[in-house]
């Protein structure tokens, strides 16, 4: 029998001739086999599962939500979904393309689920429509659940990151009559346009501004602008430039209204963009729902995250109901060869990524930004936060029960505009950074 400790594996065969997937968490390996089986029933997308997280991080990921009592009946008896109609809210960018592909493909349908796709224009709104129960689940800007959950804005709601859905996918663009002007140490007085306060686009913003030695608290200025308007705004000069997702970019290029200055993974590659989201108080009162969102998310994900899955996407993106754009400019976005207004035909096949997994990681290199920009309070504990809002491999935790000491993976290095970070030390690299407000 094989064990998978995110990729220690302890090895040795069944009866059955067979190498199975399974996991020493302190239960009965027959139970934790029927939980992974209850979760994802489907046996090729349970191998995907487990070969991307392992079987003990899965279980201490969805421990970390439900109880495992809950996870017992679950596994037990297919219990009849508590909601089998829900609402899931979805932004007009291809960001999106997790829901709506897994909406096309019948992936919701297999699992259960009714789901009618609503597109919102705004950040703002989604969030809203979320927490007063318009929206069972919705698509929202990654930090917006660590926002909410720390209480920005007055009231703290609980609220989970179950997956990612993309990363990169953005551009920052300037008005063509900036084309000689790419030194952003020049662009004192520029109104950006951004989708939100909270939002990482804002934040790597205002890092890119800050890196170049620009105060982003007084030098420019924010507008925040729905992404079916970025490109209005900028056409006709309201705006010298906006940082947000596809296909706003793309289109601003086609149309002549402005250049693509940078796409998203040249400040952060790698970096999470949007997230599937529900609020803590949802998931309890819907745990069998939950599952079945939870595991037809993570397939679609996986799915789009497929380059030989990409063929025929952008037709089906295009369409009124979801982003409303042109499919030769969806295409450039999710083909990663694209026109970036300056003359020049760039190929980025990770233009868009749609890896669905989270790390801690990522969430604490936010939450420090927000915390440089006084969004948040100063003695937030960056980590923990992390850790109650992102679904992520718990392993080191379950391990640690165990008596296995298993790196914390989850807590990694990550790479911003060349400089590494620690998510191990917020605070120490909060102390090194200007601009702290």
Known sequence: MTTRYLGRHVSGTCPCGAVHETVATGVETAVDEAIISAVFPRRALRREVLKAIGSAG?????ADILPLSTLKAIAQERAPLEKANINVGFLPITCATPLIMGFERGIFSRNGLNVSLQKIPGIGLIRDKMINGELDVSQQVMPVALATSAGVGGTVVPTKVLTILNQHGNSLVLAMKHRDNRDPKNWKGFRFAIPF??????????????????????????????????????????????????????????????????????????????????????IKQNPNTFMAVFRSVIEAGIHASKPENRA???????????????????????????????????????RVNFDPFPHYSMAVWLTTQMRRWNMIS????????????????????????????????????????????????????????????
């Open 378 to 437: 100063t003695d937030l504990d960056h980590r923990k936060l992390a850790e109650r809002v992102m679904l992520a491999t718990d392993a080191r935790r379950l391990m640690a029960e165990q008596g296995v000491t298993v790196t914390d993976a989850d807590f990694r290095r990550e790479r911003i505009l060349g400089r590494e970070f620690d998510s191990n030390d917020p605070d120490g690299y909060l102390r090194t950074l200007p601009n702290r407000g």
């Open 197 to 282: 306060e909270q939002s990482h686009q804002a934040l790597q913003l205002r890092h890119y501004l800050a890196e170049a030695g620009l105060d982003p608290d007084k030098d420019v200025v924010y507008r925040v602008v729905p992404p079916t308007e970025y490109v209005s705004n900028l056409r006709v000069g309201s705006i010298d430039g906006f940082f947000g997702g596809e296909p706003g970019g793309q289109r601003a290029v086609v149309e002549g209204a402005g250049f693509i200055h940078l796409i998203s993974k040249e400040i952060w590659e790698g970096h999470p963009c949007c997230s599937v989201t529900a609020t803590d108080a949802w």
């Open 312 to 350: 025929g996407m952008s037709k089906v993106l295009a369409q009124t109901n979801y982003l409303n754009a042109p499919e030769g400019v969806i295409e450039q976005v999710i083909g990663g060869r694209f026109a970036d207004g300056l003359g020049n035909i760039r190929t980025v096949p990770d």
């Open 58 to 62: 899965l279980l201490a990921a969805l």
